[in-house]
């Protein structure tokens, strides 16, 4: 057992030294189903179909997660139009049920205006491109809010250029009225990657990943009875990647450096600020991932973070571990069959450095999203 902390720093030097094994989590495309902006589309009518078959089983025994069994399904039937080269129309239902329930757990409109601005910048209005599409890291946004919170709305931003890759949405949870005694919530990010120089044909390859997560609950016609609370967690980090030939198609390393602010100290227990370190190497072969990482934390709180890597439990009262050590492992096998079937398995791995504990989780996931033109008429 390690009686000592690993000081982030000494961990840091020590990956400048090892084998450069590509990015900070498991690519996880093959679990995207939100249709993608087809311009050549002009003037047609579709039905998009949508459907997420899932199982995660957290095997945890800790206080920050829960240890359950998520198994069920989603369909999302909607109907799109493209009025024009610039602009889709987007109108349908998110439908979700687990395994075991004789109903369905979440029942979401989907409605959505997508407007393709120019080649490299998208506006998206109603509902969004959300969730695991936004690809933050995993300390910063839970991937489980794939399940949870399915839909998201609200206003999002993309941004698409050689040197830029950049996600900035509005995700409005809870809208507040009058005399209301609930809080308005609403989640705001942003998720840039910034490639400073062209890579084409080279070995090598550097990204810096830019996060930003900020949860606002308050509402100034609400008559919600605690304070007004805004909290904000930055995270700043380095990719290194190199090409290689064979099996190992690329590997890297990453290193984050986060912090977290409550800014208007209201945090929970009375934590307001607090900072965190999370690195690692990677591996990938065409169809496999591997990532195993360091996470060292102290009174880091990220309220859409996943629940492994607080220091204040999201899940149970009064629990507070102001320092946090994990070494977390990924394994992902990914597999797509004729274009619209996607298929990936993922073992999720959490150890406990002081409390010598290890958490798991296993799961797969099945994507079905083909389009099926119904018709095509000029509307607009």
Known sequence: ????????????????????????????????YYPEFEEERTHQLLLHLANINFVKNNEYK???????????YGIQPTLMYYAGEHLRLRAGVFLQQYSGLNYYSEVRPVLSAHLRVS??????????????HHDVIEPLFDTERQYKRPVENGIQ???DRPWLDMDVWVDWEQFVQVGDDFPEWFTAGVSATLQPTDTTGRLWQLNIPLNMMA?????????????VQTSMNLAAGVLLNRKLEGTLKNAGIFAYAMNYGNLNDAGQLGVNSGYAWYGGITANT???????????????????GGGM????SPIRNNVYIPTRQLVTMKIGYNRVFLKKIKFSFLFEGYYDIPDARFDFA??????FSPSFFLTEAEFF
Do not use: C
């Not at 800790?62 to 069920?72: E, S, V, Y």
């Not at 080649?119 to 695991?132: A, C, Q, R």
């Open 1 to 32: 057992m390690i009686k000592q902390p690993i000081r982030p720093f000494i961990l840091f030097f020590l990956f400048l030294f090892v084998p450069v094994f590509s990015g900070a989590q498991i690519n996880n495309e093959s679990r995207y």
């Open 62 to 72: 800790n206080k920050f997660a829960w240890g359950h069994t998520l198994i069920g």
């Open 119 to 132: 080649p490299s910048f998208d506006l998206i209005m109603g509902s969004l491109k959300g969730h695991i």
């Open 157 to 159: 931003f993309l941004i």
């Open 215 to 227: 949860v606002h609950r308050g509402g100034e016609v609400s008559n919600y009875p605690e304070r």
């Open 286 to 304: 065409r169809r496999t991932n591997l990532m195993v990482g360091y996470f060292y934390g102290h009174d880091f709180v990220a309220l859409r």
């Open 309 to 312: 890597f607080q220091s204040v």
């Open 362 to 367: 296993p799961g797969i996931q099945l994507v």
